[in-house]
Protein backbone atom coordinates (compact mmCIF):
# COMPACT_ATOMS: atom_id res chain seq x y z
CA UNK A 1 0.00 0.00 0.00
CA UNK A 2 1.09 3.64 -0.24
CA UNK A 3 0.42 5.98 1.93
CA UNK A 4 0.14 10.14 1.11
CA UNK A 5 4.09 11.03 1.64
CA UNK A 6 5.47 7.96 -0.87
CA UNK A 7 2.12 9.00 -3.34
CA UNK A 8 3.21 12.83 -3.19
CA UNK A 9 7.11 12.04 -3.73
CA UNK A 10 6.25 9.77 -6.43
CA UNK A 11 4.15 12.44 -7.97
CA UNK A 12 6.88 15.37 -7.56
CA UNK A 13 9.29 13.14 -9.26
CA UNK A 14 7.64 12.56 -12.84
CA UNK A 15 5.89 15.24 -15.47
CA UNK A 16 4.07 14.49 -18.45
CA UNK A 17 4.79 15.27 -21.81
CA UNK A 18 1.68 15.19 -24.07
CA UNK A 19 2.50 14.93 -27.79
CA UNK A 20 -0.64 15.27 -29.76
CA UNK A 21 -2.79 12.00 -28.03
CA UNK A 22 0.50 10.45 -27.07
CA UNK A 23 1.58 11.24 -23.47
CA UNK A 24 5.11 10.34 -22.33
CA UNK A 25 6.20 10.23 -18.53
CA UNK A 26 9.33 11.45 -16.95
CA UNK A 27 11.09 10.25 -13.93
CA UNK A 28 13.11 13.25 -12.88
CA UNK A 29 16.27 13.79 -11.39
CA UNK A 30 16.90 15.89 -8.33
CA UNK A 31 18.43 19.59 -9.03
CA UNK A 32 17.25 23.06 -8.99
CA UNK A 33 16.51 23.64 -12.19
CA UNK A 34 14.14 20.38 -11.99
CA UNK A 35 12.48 22.16 -8.42
CA UNK A 36 12.01 25.69 -10.54
CA UNK A 37 10.32 23.62 -13.37
CA UNK A 38 7.68 21.43 -11.15
CA UNK A 39 7.22 24.54 -9.36
CA UNK A 40 5.88 26.55 -12.79
CA UNK A 41 4.10 23.55 -13.68
CA UNK A 42 1.99 23.93 -10.25
CA UNK A 43 1.10 26.73 -11.75
CA UNK A 44 -0.23 25.76 -15.22
CA UNK A 45 1.00 23.60 -17.91
CA UNK A 46 4.02 24.80 -19.92
CA UNK A 47 3.47 23.98 -24.04
CA UNK A 48 6.52 24.20 -26.02
CA UNK A 49 6.33 24.93 -30.04
CA UNK A 50 10.01 22.60 -31.05
CA UNK A 51 11.58 22.34 -33.81
CA UNK A 52 14.26 19.52 -35.01
CA UNK A 53 18.14 19.70 -34.76
CA UNK A 54 20.91 17.96 -35.93
CA UNK A 55 18.60 14.94 -36.35
CA UNK A 56 18.96 13.76 -33.08
CA UNK A 57 16.90 16.15 -31.11
CA UNK A 58 13.79 18.36 -30.60
CA UNK A 59 14.24 21.84 -29.15
CA UNK A 60 11.82 25.00 -27.96
CA UNK A 61 11.92 27.75 -25.30
CA UNK A 62 10.26 27.28 -22.16
CA UNK A 63 9.70 31.07 -22.20
CA UNK A 64 11.54 31.64 -19.32
CA UNK A 65 14.61 31.01 -17.63
CA UNK A 66 15.69 28.06 -14.95
CA UNK A 67 18.43 27.55 -12.81
CA UNK A 68 21.38 26.21 -14.60
CA UNK A 69 22.94 22.73 -13.52
CA UNK A 70 25.42 22.25 -16.12
CA UNK A 71 27.83 19.33 -16.67
CA UNK A 72 29.46 17.67 -19.52
CA UNK A 73 27.30 14.58 -20.13
CA UNK A 74 26.52 11.82 -22.99
CA UNK A 75 22.54 12.04 -23.29
CA UNK A 76 20.43 8.87 -25.29
CA UNK A 77 17.30 8.93 -26.22
CA UNK A 78 14.65 9.94 -23.95
CA UNK A 79 16.65 12.44 -21.96
CA UNK A 80 15.17 15.49 -21.35
CA UNK A 81 17.56 18.19 -20.98
CA UNK A 82 17.35 22.14 -19.90
CA UNK A 83 19.77 23.99 -22.46
CA UNK A 84 20.78 27.69 -21.77
CA UNK A 85 18.29 27.78 -18.62
CA UNK A 86 15.96 28.51 -20.90
CA UNK A 87 15.13 25.70 -23.82
CA UNK A 88 13.98 22.40 -23.57
CA UNK A 89 15.41 19.72 -25.47
CA UNK A 90 14.05 15.97 -26.00
CA UNK A 91 16.55 13.70 -26.99
CA UNK A 92 16.01 10.53 -29.32
CA UNK A 93 19.28 9.57 -30.59
CA UNK A 94 22.67 10.14 -28.84
CA UNK A 95 24.83 13.75 -27.76
CA UNK A 96 27.93 14.67 -25.23
CA UNK A 97 27.23 18.70 -24.63
CA UNK A 98 27.48 20.74 -21.40
CA UNK A 99 23.74 21.20 -20.00
CA UNK A 100 21.19 20.24 -17.43
CA UNK A 101 19.69 16.79 -17.03
CA UNK A 102 15.85 17.33 -16.00
CA UNK A 103 15.10 13.42 -16.62
CA UNK A 104 14.89 10.84 -18.80
CA UNK A 105 11.32 9.39 -20.99
CA UNK A 106 10.45 5.63 -19.55
CA UNK A 107 9.54 2.91 -21.44
CA UNK A 108 10.57 4.39 -25.44
CA UNK A 109 13.35 3.23 -27.54
CA UNK A 110 15.02 6.20 -29.65
CA UNK A 111 12.84 5.11 -32.71
CA UNK A 112 9.63 4.95 -31.63
CA UNK A 113 10.41 8.12 -29.67
CA UNK A 114 11.52 9.92 -32.94
CA UNK A 115 8.05 8.48 -34.53
CA UNK A 116 5.99 9.80 -32.06
CA UNK A 117 7.56 13.20 -32.27
CA UNK A 118 7.54 12.85 -35.76
CA UNK A 119 9.47 14.97 -38.72
CA UNK A 120 9.92 18.95 -38.13
CA UNK A 121 8.25 20.78 -35.81
CA UNK A 122 6.02 19.37 -33.01
CA UNK A 123 4.13 21.38 -30.10
CA UNK A 124 3.73 19.33 -26.45
CA UNK A 125 2.56 20.04 -23.87
CA UNK A 126 5.00 19.57 -19.90
CA UNK A 127 2.09 18.99 -16.97
CA UNK A 128 2.14 17.14 -13.48
CA UNK A 129 1.09 14.02 -13.55
Known sequence: MVDDTEKNEEETNSLNIAVGDTVLSVTL???SSV???????AEAPITINMRDYGNMEKVGSLGRD???NDE???AGPGDVILYQGSNLVIYYAPNSWSFTRLGKIENITGEALKTVLGEGNVTVTLSLP
Open 72 to 74: SIN
Open 35 to 41: DALMEAL
Open 29 to 31: VDN
Open 66 to 68: FPR
